[in-house]
């Protein structure tokens, strides 16, 4: 039973390793350091660190094979995303993600007072897959969270692909709902792109819509929605102030749901990306040159102890990885929570467009 999961992770090239890691260079450490803020400046800076779509969506510069040199990159402010951990910086994104989350809740709060109405998430979920379960109860819990409307379809695995497309197209005709997402994957006798593309595009707060994918792959246009956990791991390096222009940085993982969309924010960032997948021959070496690395292949683990009979892990050995490393993500706690603060971030903008209010950080009025 496969689980989906990223890792962000810094190495050392002093120190170099054959294992798959996510890393960020040792230079790069000075941007994950977190000066402890006191809790009432951490409120009052809150606001401030709403997630932007155009910010995620990266600078606007032309190429340009006799680039003049870069400024000095700035330095950071006193808060940061990662607490220090020995050598290795944990990046905390447990934090990140209630930052977000509180914005988004005080906007939700605002727009039911103005037009009596909040955002609505609909899930379609197919079959029993225990973490796909997984995912969809940590969806509707954030939904409670912040105060949003939340909707649940659940077809047994073997119910046919017209019956899932209608499930999708009842949620397409209902104005409470303003994102849909069907939980992946599928069920293989199903076609996943005839169901994806049912989904209504000012509705596809999962960003999987070919027009969507489309618009990111084009740095002249812009998505309605970019990829939640594409999103979440650009939210990271964001916020600790990691470079990002002109840095080597391999993706593990080519799937439409976290490789495809990471590898095509970081090139609209300016990034150089590698990615690797099953049939790449020299994974290691690749690995070794970056400067960044994001994993996102996709690993099971499951545990019988644990209260659900099983437990959710990265695709990196942690205890590896934080000896070598200068930054890491740690599962839970890394990537996952700011990816479902992304799909919450989604659903408000796309009920802010049906409600005609500014979308991305722009307050309600």
């Known amino acids: 039973m496969g689980a989906a999961a990223v890792a962000l992770l810094a190495a050392t090239r002093r120190r170099p390793t054959t294992s798959l890691y996510?890393?960020?260079?040792?230079?790069?450490?000075?941007?994950?350091?977190?000066?402890?803020?006191?809790?009432?400046?951490?409120?009052?800076?809150?606001?401030r660190r709403r997630s932007s779509t155009s910010r995620l969506l990266g600078p606007d510069i032309p190429d340009a094979w006799d680039p003049t040199p870069r400024a000095?990159?700035?330095?950071?402010?006193?808060?940061?995303?990662?607490?220090?951990?020995?050598?290795?910086?944990?990046?905390?994104?447990?934090?990140?993600?209630?930052?977000?989350?509180?914005?988004i809740a005080e906007e939700v709060r605002q727009m039911k007072n103005a037009v009596g109405n909040v955002p609505g998430l609909?899930?379609?979920?197919?079959?029993?897959?225990?973490?796909?379960?997984?995912?969809?109860?940590?969806?509707?819990?954030g939904c409670e969270d912040v105060g949003m409307k939340s909707l649940l379809a659940e077809l047994p695995g073997g119910c046919t692909e017209d019956e899932v497309v209608d499930s999708v197209s009842r949620f397409n005709e209902d104005p409470s709902v303003h994102g849909i997402l069907v939980?992946?994957?599928?069920?293989?006798?199903?076609?996943?792109?005839?169901?994806l593309s049912a989904i209504s595009l000012d509705k596809d707060v999962d960003g999987f819509h070919p027009l969507n994918v489309g618009n990111l792959a084009l740095r002249s246009r812009k998505p309605l929605f970019v990829p939640c956990a594409a999103k979440a791991c650009l939210e990271l390096l964001l916020q600790s102030r990691i470079e990002l222009m002109g840095k080597h940085v391999t993706v593990i993982g080519r799937s439409k749901v976290v490789g495809l969309p990471t590898s095509l924010l970081l090139q609209r960032h300016h990034a150089t990306v590698s990615i690797i997948h099953a049939f790449t021959t020299n994974p290691e070496?690749?690995?070794?040159?970056?400067?960044?690395?994001?994993?996102?292949?996709?690993?099971?683990?499951?545990?019988?102890?644990?209260?659900?009979?099983?437990?959710?892990?990265?695709?990196v050995c942690f205890e590896e990885a934080v000896r070598v490393a200068s930054a890491i993500t740690p599962v839970p706690g890394g990537v996952g929570p700011v990816t479902i603060a992304m799909l919450?971030?989604?659903?408000?903008?796309?009920?802010?467009?049906?409600?005609?209010?500014?979308?991305?950080?722009?307050e309600l009025v």
């Open 22 to 47: 996510l890393f960020l260079s040792r230079a790069a450490r000075a941007g994950l350091h977190d000066a402890a803020a006191p809790a009432e400046e951490k409120a009052k800076t809150r606001r």
């Open 122 to 141: 609909a899930v379609v979920l197919v079959g029993d897959r225990r973490d796909s379960q997984s995912y969809v109860r940590y969806k509707i819990k």
């Open 183 to 195: 939980q992946l994957p599928l069920p293989h006798h199903m076609d996943e792109e005839r169901i």
């Open 72 to 103: 000095a990159p700035r330095p950071p402010p006193p808060g940061r995303a990662g607490v220090d951990y020995g050598c290795t910086t944990i990046i905390d994104g447990k934090s990140v993600a209630d930052d977000i989350r509180f914005q």
């Open 285 to 315: 070496e690749i690995t070794r040159q970056s400067d960044i690395v994001i994993s996102a292949a996709g690993v099971a683990n499951l545990d019988p102890t644990s209260d659900y009979g099983y437990r959710l892990t990265g695709d």
């Open 344 to 362: 919450l971030a989604n659903t408000l903008d796309s009920a802010k467009r049906a409600y005609g209010f500014a979308t991305e950080s722009q």
